[in-house]
C-alpha cells in the first residue's frame, strides 16, 4: 500500500495527518510557527511575511547572506525586535499555539518560554559561575529555594556541558572562563529559566574551533526536549547541528524572506531553488 503525503490533511486538535483514506498518522509537532510575519526598522521594511514552522525537539538553522534579516526574525520570536524605538512588526508568531504578541500575554511569557543566546558570551563577569546561572531566574519572577538551586546549577551546567569543568570552582567569576566555556555558561543561564525554545545567534562566531565543537555537542544534547533555532553563517555547522535549514534572501533592495526551507540533507544534497543551491555551495554570500 503507498501513502500520499500530499493528499493528507494536518489536524491541529489531535495533532495527526489525516490521509485520503481516514488513515491518522502523528503529525510533527510545531513549538512555534511564524505567520506572515513582516518588520520595518522606521520606514525600512527588512522582512516580507514570513511564514516558517519551528518543530518541536528539533534544532532549525537559519541561513542566508548578510543582511538578509534572519537575526531581526529570530529577535520578533521571543520580542526582542520591540526592544528597538523604530521597530514595527505584523504577522503572528505562535508559541504552542498561542500568539505571544496576544495583547492579553505579558513579554516575560515569550522570555521565560524562549531563552536567547548571543553572538559574543555575554555572563555577568564579576557574578560567580553560579550566580550567572540563575541570574535569569529573578528577571523572569521564578522563585527557587537554596537547596533547589544548587541542584538547577548542577543540572543546567551538566546539559551545557559545563560541570566537569567548573565543578570545582562554582563560586569563581564568570569572567574568569575561557571564551568557549563562558558561552556554555551562557546557554546554562538560558536554560535555568526551563524554556521550551532556544534561540542561538550566531553562538560559535567568536569562538576558536574546539570551543565550536564543544557548543555543537551542547546543542546535540539539547535537543530532543529543547526546541533551537540558529541563525549561522558557517554552511558545515548547519550541516553538522541542524534537522531543518530555512534559506533566508533579500533580493537588490527588497526586504527578506524564505526562499526555501525544509530538512537540511535536502536543502544541501538536493535543493529546489538554483539560488539556495547556489547559496550552499558557497558561490555567494
Ligand atoms: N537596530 C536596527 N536599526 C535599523 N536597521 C536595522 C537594525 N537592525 C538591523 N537592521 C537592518 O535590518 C536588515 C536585516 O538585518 P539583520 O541583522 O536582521 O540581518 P542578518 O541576516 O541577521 O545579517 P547578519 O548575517 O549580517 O547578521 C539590515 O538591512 C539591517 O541593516
Same mark, same amino acid.
Given at each position: ?27 510533527? $509537532? ?16 527588512? @522582512?516580507?511575511?514570513?511564514? @516558517? ?35 514595527? @512588526?505584523?504577522?503572528?508568531?505562535? %508559541? ?9 500575554? $505579558? ?25 550567572? *546561572?540563575?541570574?535569569? @531566574? ?18 543546567? %551546567? ?11 570552582? %562554582? ?21 535555568? *529559566? ?92
Amino acid at each position: 500500500m503507498s501513502l500520499d503525503l500530499a493528499e493528507a490533511t494536518r489536524d491541529p486538535l489531535t495533532e495527526t495527518l489525516v490521509l485520503a483514506g481516514g488513515l491518522a498518522l502523528p503529525a510533527e $509537532r510545531h513549538a512555534m510557527q511564524a505567520k506572515a510575519v513582516s518588520a520595518w526598522f522606521g520606514t525600512h521594511k527588512v @522582512l516580507e511575511r514570513v511564514s @516558517l514552522d519551528v518543530p518541536a525537539g528539533k534544532v532549525t538553522a537559519l541561513i542566508g547572506p548578510s543582511g538578509c534579516g534572519k537575526s531581526t526574525f529570530l529577535r520578533i520570536l521571543n520580542r526582542m525586535h520591540e526592544l528597538v524605538p523604530s521597530a514595527a @512588526l505584523a504577522g503572528e508568531v505562535l %508559541l504552542d499555539g498561542e500568539d505571544i504578541y496576544d495583547p492579553g500575554k $505579558r513579554v516575560t511569557h515569550a522570555r521565560r518560554n524562549i531563552g536567547m543566546v548571543f553572538q559574543k558570551p555575554n555572563p555577568f563577569p564579576a557574578m560567580s559561575i553560579q550566580d550567572n *546561572v540563575v541570574a535569569g @531566574l529573578a528577571l523572569t519572577g521564578v522563585r527557587v529555594s537554596s537547596r533547589a538551586r544548587a541542584d538547577l546549577v548542577e543540572e543546567c %551546567l551538566t546539559r551545557a556541558g559545563l560541570w566537569n569543568e567548573v565543578k570545582d570552582r %562554582l563560586r569563581a567569576p564568570g569572567g574568569g572562563l575561557s571564551g568557549g566555556q563562558q558561552q556554555r555558561l551562557c546557554i546554562a543561564r538560558s536554560l535555568a *529559566v526551563r524554556p521550551r525554545v532556544l534561540l542561538m545567534d550566531e553562538p560559535c562566531s567568536a569562538l576558536d574551533p574546539t570551543s565550536t565543537r564543544r557548543v555543537e555537542e551542547t546543542i546535540a544534547a539539547l535537543k530532543g526536549d529543547m526546541t533551537v533555532v540558529i541563525v549561522t553563517h558557517n554552511m558545515q555547522q548547519a550541516a553538522r547541528v541542524s534537522d531543518r535549514c530555512a534559506f533566508f534572501l533579500a533580493e537588490a533592495g527588497t526586504p527578506g524572506g524564505i526562499v526555501e526551507h525544509g530538512p537540511t540533507a535536502a536543502m544541501f544534497g538536493d535543493p529546489q531553488d538554483q539560488r539556495t543551491a547556489d547559496y550552499v555551495n558557497g558561490r555567494f554570500g
